[in-house]
C-alpha cells in the first residue's frame, strides 16, 4: 500500500521519547493518501501515540486513503497504564477511496488501542473503517472502545465496506488483551457492513486472545481461518439489517463460549 503521500505530522526513522500528543487542531486534505498523524519507517515512539482534541482529514481520490493515525513498520511502546494508541477528542475521517480512523500496518503495539472519544469515518463508493490493525502486527493491552466508533459507506457500490473494528490477517495479526466494547461501535452500508470483523488471507489469519466483550452495542464477525480464543460475551444489544447483516459469525475456530445475557435481534 502506498502510504500517506500528505501529512500534518510525520515521523520516519526516529525514536521518539515521551510520546506524541495532540492537544490542538490536525487537519491535512489532499487528492491522493492523507494522514493526520503518520508513523513510519522502523520509528519508536516510546510512551502514547495521544488525540485529545481534533484530528481531521479527507481525501477526494477514488483509490486514495485518508487516516487519522496511522502506525506502519513502526513500535509504540506505552504501556497498560498510559495506552499505545489513544483518542479522547474527535477523529474524522472522509475520503473517495479509504477512509481509516486509527490505522496500524506491520506495527506493534505495547498498550492497546483505546477510543473514549469518537471516531467517525465515511467513503460514498468505496470503504469505511474505524480502527484496522493488518499485516503481522501485534497489539498488546487488547481493543478498547468506550467512546463511539460510526463508519459510514454511503452508496455501498464497488464492493463497498463499512466496518467499526477490523482485524486483517494479511500475515498473522495478533491482538492479546481482547477486543472490548462498552460505548456505540456502528457500521453502515447498502452493501456489506460488520461492527466487528476478522478476516484471515493464504499469508495468516487474526487472532484474538482474550475474547470478545460487548456491554454496549456492537455486531462481530469472525471469518473463516480465524480464532477467537476465550469466547464471545454480550451484555449489551447486537442489532443486525440489511442485506448481508449478522450479529454474531463464526467460521473455523472459537475456543470459549457464545454466552448471551442481554439481545441479539436481526432483520
Known amino acids: 500500500m502506498n502510504i500517506g503521500a500528505t501529512a500534518a505530522l510525520a515521523v520516519t526513522g526516529s525514536e521518539i521519547g515521551g510520546g506524541i500528543a495532540n492537544t490542538g487542531a490536525i487537519s491535512a486534505s489532499g487528492e491522493n493518501n492523507v494522514s493526520g498523524i503518520l508513523v513510519q519507517g522502523g520509528t519508536t515512539v516510546i510512551g502514547a501515540i495521544a488525540n485529545s482534541n481534533m484530528i481531521t482529514t479527507s481525501?477526494?481520490?477514488?483509490?486514495?486513503?485518508?487516516?487519522?493515525i496511522f502506525l506502519s513498520n513502526a513500535t509504540v511502546s506505552g504501556s497498560n497504564v498510559t495506552g499505545g494508541?489513544?483518542?479522547?477528542?474527535?477523529?474524522?475521517?472522509?475520503?473517495?477511496?479509504?477512509?481509516?480512523?486509527?490505522?496500524?500496518?506491520?506495527?506493534?503495539?505495547?498498550?492497546?488501542?483505546?477510543?473514549?472519544?469518537?471516531?467517525?469515518?465515511?467513503?460514498?463508493?468505496?470503504?469505511?473503517?474505524?480502527?484496522?490493525?493488518?499485516?503481522?502486527?501485534?497489539?498488546?493491552?487488547?481493543?478498547?472502545?468506550?467512546?463511539?466508533?460510526?463508519?459510514?459507506?454511503?452508496?455501498?457500490?464497488?464492493?463497498?465496506?463499512?466496518?467499526g473494528v477490523f482485524l486483517l490477517g494479511a500475515g498473522d495479526t495478533t491482538v492479546t488483551g481482547g477486543i472490548a466494547n462498552t460505548g456505540t461501535i456502528s457500521a453502515s452500508s447498502a452493501n456489506n457492513a460488520a461492527g466487528i470483523l476478522l478476516t484471515a488471507s493464504t499469508s495468516g489469519g487474526s487472532t484474538v486472545a482474550g475474547g470478545i466483550a460487548n456491554g454496549g452495542t456492537i455486531s462481530a464477525n469472525a471469518s473463516l481461518g480465524s480464532g477467537v480464543a476465550g469466547g464471545i460475551i454480550n451484555t449489551g444489544a447486537i442489532t443486525a439489517t440489511g442485506r448481508s447483516g449478522t450479529g454474531i459469525l463464526v467460521q473455523g475456530a472459537s475456543a470459549g463460549a457464545i454466552a448471551n445475557t442481554g439481545t441479539i435481534s436481526g432483520s
Open 59 to 68: 481525501t477526494g481520490g477514488q483509490n486514495s486513503l485518508a487516516a487519522g
Open 85 to 163: 494508541i489513544t483518542n479522547t477528542g474527535t477523529i474524522s475521517e472522509s475520503a473517495g477511496g479509504e477512509a481509516v480512523g486509527v490505522f496500524v500496518n506491520n506495527g506493534t503495539i505495547t498498550g492497546g488501542i483505546n477510543n473514549n472519544g469518537t471516531i467517525t469515518t465515511s467513503s460514498p463508493s468505496s470503504l469505511a473503517f474505524g480502527i484496522v490493525v493488518q499485516s503481522s502486527s501485534t497489539i498488546s493491552g487488547g481493543i478498547a472502545n468506550g467512546g463511539t466508533i460510526s463508519s459510514v459507506n454511503v452508496n455501498g457500490a464497488n464492493g463497498g465496506q463499512a466496518v
